[in-house]
């Protein structure tokens, strides 16, 4: 299998994902969050875990193909990388929740309208800000860099031998496992550590953001302000 199928395979599991996903979501607002408008703004969260399943599971499906059947054994990173994006998903939910029951709040930013995917996961109630941008930008720089380093090690042809009797069916199977686990990329501790701090910075800031108000609540207040200027009162006018 050369390279070029192999790009073509990898490639197509990814993209054929997004639009699985893409499709579902018009229809059951699946990376959107639990709000009660017609059009939901997209979750972060869900979008972090989306984006992170699609990616390993891409390399995965991939290795499974490129081996002819062998299902890889996933390093210790990659299931703590997945539980990372499991635990922002589940504290984000918990958030919202806590929230929506919250009789103090009386606007939430999921019951606003989406303004489109990439400025919905970077803003809350008054727009944009930066812990949303850096974790962002972190998951998509770590998410680039795990699919190019699967793409290399998949290109790398394997040097398990075809077994000639039944005796060394077992070696061979062997072979082809490790050479199966060894595609998806060992994410060094500290990365880790680089993602699930921004993650948390992430969730611990994400109480306090429908507590936050309107980034229109300004122009509002000035609005009304200047149009009480212009109002008559009814204290006497000197005429000069």
């Known amino acids: 299998m050369n390279s070029t199928t192999i790009t073509y395979i990898f490639f197509g599991i990814f993209f054929g994902q997004w639009i699985v996903i893409l499709v579902l979501d018009s229809k059951y607002a699946m990376l959107r969050d639990n709000g009660t408008g017609a059009s939901r703004p997209f979750s972060w969260s869900r979008m972090q875990m989306t984006w992170w399943t699609v990616i390993v599971l891409t390399a995965f499906a991939t290795a499974v193909v490129r081996t002819g059947g062998t299902i890889p054994i996933l390093d210790n990173s990659t299931l703590y990388l997945l539980g990372i994006s499991s635990a922002t998903t589940i504290s ?4 919202d929740v806590s929230d929506r029951s919250n009789p103090s709040i009386k606007e ?4 606003l309208k989406s303004a489109g995917m990439i400025l919905d996961i970077l803003s809350d109630k008054s727009g944009i800000n930066i812990h949303r941008f850096q974790t ?5 720089l770590f998410g680039v860099w795990f699919m190019y380093e699967s793409l290399q090690h998949l290109f790398v042809p394997y040097a398990c031998k075809p ?10 199977v062997e072979c082809l496992t490790k050479y199966a686990s060894s595609i998806m990329p060992v994410i060094a501790p500290n990365n880790l550590v680089l993602l699930a701090a921004s993650s948390g910075v992430y969730t611990a800031l994400k109480t306090t953001e429908n507590k936050l108000p309107s ?11 200047d149009a009480s200027a212009t109002q008559p009162t009814d204290k006497g006018i000197i005429l000069g």
């Open 92 to 95: 984000s939910t918990m958030i």
């Open 108 to 111: 939430m930013a999921q019951d």
């Open 136 to 140: 962002f930008l972190f998951n998509v």
């Open 163 to 172: 077994p000639s009797n039944p005796a060394e069916s077992a070696a061979f």
């Open 215 to 225: 980034s229109n609540m300004g122009s509002t207040s000035q609005t009304q302000a």
